[in-house]
């Protein structure tokens, strides 16, 4: 069965061309010498990113493989302007990220709702011959052509926004505790690997606030070399305000699993460290009152622990206190990470994961290269036949 959730397209994007400023002189009966009358071309439409908070992953542009706007129409006589072509919005969901398919270069972050980013501008439109008169050039025979239209082919990546990720190996209850605090329903079974795409739900707390929550399929140990999902899907926890831990109370060494936990994101960004942290020992309903004071003095001393068990609902209020407290600690203001700042510590100036899919292939995409994508400074001079108009609607 298909995933609904995709978090990764790639798209043909292509502007409008300025139109076709006119070069006509005014001729009619009465009026021989009516002089320019050549009407401007209109502008290009351009492409423009907007963001939009109805939408959760980017599904609606899977097959969505080319985007056009419309190119400008071309100047009349009698100073008629070109219409002016339509632009072309895409809309994708607040946390999404565009690179440049063919360099991997970052081009723009999209972070919330309503926030428009012109990813390709249209042409500007030629002048016609009638802003060219003067006092020594009173018929001028010659008008602009419009501006070319630019093409680039992008990569739009997703990273969920949420105020709490879940951080934890296979099985280690995330998907259990998410149903509990919310109205989330993620599959749920005793196997490695049920969450295969993120979760993500809303969890009420008191006063009627609220945060969002954010269940990421589990990390193994070697994940940011590319071992199990962790890869695909450790991009996500970049931008989530705190980061909940999750270890299991019947695990061997829960220290250990932490640290390993917190070596994986270290190695895939180090400036996810920087992100408060709470840690969460699960499933301490099989434990006893006794063995979780032996626990609690193994855990780590530099972040806020806390047992539950969200089968038998215990220490969900005081989880839920606690990560209320650090989201609004003001050292967590402002820590959210951008996509600038990620492609330090990634491969140069692209993702892993968009490599990966972009040596993959896409044999019904046009890549173009960046020097092709560029804006002419100064407007070119176009030698255009002359047009006049004989005042019975003919032309010669």
């Known amino acids: 069965m298909e995933s609904n959730f995709v978090d990764y397209v790639k798209i043909y994007c292509r502007s409008g061309k300025g139109g076709r400023g006119s070069m006509h002189l005014k001729h009619i009966k009465y009026n021989p010498n009516g002089g320019p009358d050549g009407g401007d071309g209109g502008k290009g439409g351009s492409v423009i990113l907007r963001g939009n908070h109805n939408y959760w992953t980017l599904l609606h542009l899977k097959y969505q493989r080319h985007v056009k706007a419309e190119h400008g129409g071309n100047g009349g006589k009698d100073k008629k302007h070109g219409a002016d072509g339509k632009d072309a919005y895409i809309d994708v969901p607040c946390g999404t990220v565009v690179y440049n398919a063919e360099t991997g270069k970052y081009i723009c972050d999209v972070t919330h709702d309503g926030q428009e980013v012109v990813l390709l501008k249209g042409g500007r439109g030629g002048l016609g011959n009638f802003q060219f008169r003067s006092a020594t050039n009173q018929a001028p025979r010659y008008a602009q052509p419009g501006e070319p239209m630019l093409e680039m082919t992008v990569i739009l990546e997703l990273k969920l926004l949420a105020d709490v990720g879940l951080v934890g190996f296979p099985n280690a209850g995330k998907s259990t505790l998410l149903s509990a605090l919310s109205s989330a329903r993620p599959k749920i079974a005793n196997y490695p690997f049920t969450t ?3 979760s993500l739900g809303i969890v009420a707390y008191r006063d009627q606030k609220s945060f969002v929550m954010a269940d990421i399929p589990g990390i193994i140990e070697g994940a940011a070399e590319g071992k199990g999902l962790g890869l695909r899907f450790l991009r996500h926890i970049e931008r989530n305000s705190l980061l909940l831990f999750m270890v299991p109370g019947d695990t061997d060494d829960i220290k250990r699993e932490y640290e390993i936990l917190l070596n994986e994101l270290r190695k895939f960004n180090p400036d996810m460290l920087t992100k408060h942290r709470v840690l969460a020992v699960t499933k301490s309903d099989l434990l006893d009152t006794e063995l979780i004071e ?3 003095e193994t855990t780590p001393k530099d972040i806020p622990v806390v047992f539950i068990s969200a089968v038998a609902n215990s220490g969900l209020n005081e989880l839920k ?12 203001k402002l820590q959210d990470i951008t996509a600038e700042d990620t492609l330090v510590h990634r491969d140069k100036d692209m993702s892993r ?3 990966e899919m972009a040596a993959e292939g896409e044999d019904d995409v046009i890549f173009i290269e960046d020097d092709d994508i560029e804006e002419l400074d100064d407007y070119e001079i176009e030698e255009i036949e002359e047009e006049e108009d004989n005042g019975d609607g003919s032309r010669k």
């Not at 206190?321 to 967590?332: G, I, K, P, Q, T």
């Open 321 to 332: 206190d606690v990560l209320w407290r650090e989201l609004n600690s003001e050292s967590n």
């Open 196 to 198: 295969l795409e993120p």
């Open 294 to 296: 032996m626990l609690r």
């Open 353 to 355: 994961f968009a490599r």
